[in-house]
């Protein structure tokens, strides 16, 4: 009996390929105005998915941060603006950095948040 499920794509299907997914959360804090780095990791990112939140917790009044997405170093979709006790939720993909940059902060009133990622990437099982 053939059926389209059977052959190359139930060979591709059960590859010894699996998504993997890691949960992070990371409180972030800056006295400066300069971009801070609140995630890196060592994948190329293209096979990376995440879903998440960013929070700003605390700051100057009226102020807010500004997150960039990266992959390899170049910026990928539009930042996202962050308001003063306030979340985003995001979904994005192929992305490997994270960076925030506060439109206000010192050492007197750091810029401070949390971010929350559920980061999913495919990996390969070795024999």
Known sequence: MD???TGEHWNNCNSEEDFVQDCVE???RTTSTNPLTVYISNLDGDNVFASGV???????????????FLHNGTAIGNPIEVCLDSCVAFTISKFNEIRVIPSAASVDLPAEGEIHLTIRYTFRLTK
């Open 54 to 68: 960013f929070k700003y917790t605390n700051g100057f009044d009226n102020s807010f941060v500004t997150v960039t």
């Open 26 to 28: 990371c409180v972030w």
């Open 3 to 5: 059926n389209k499920y």
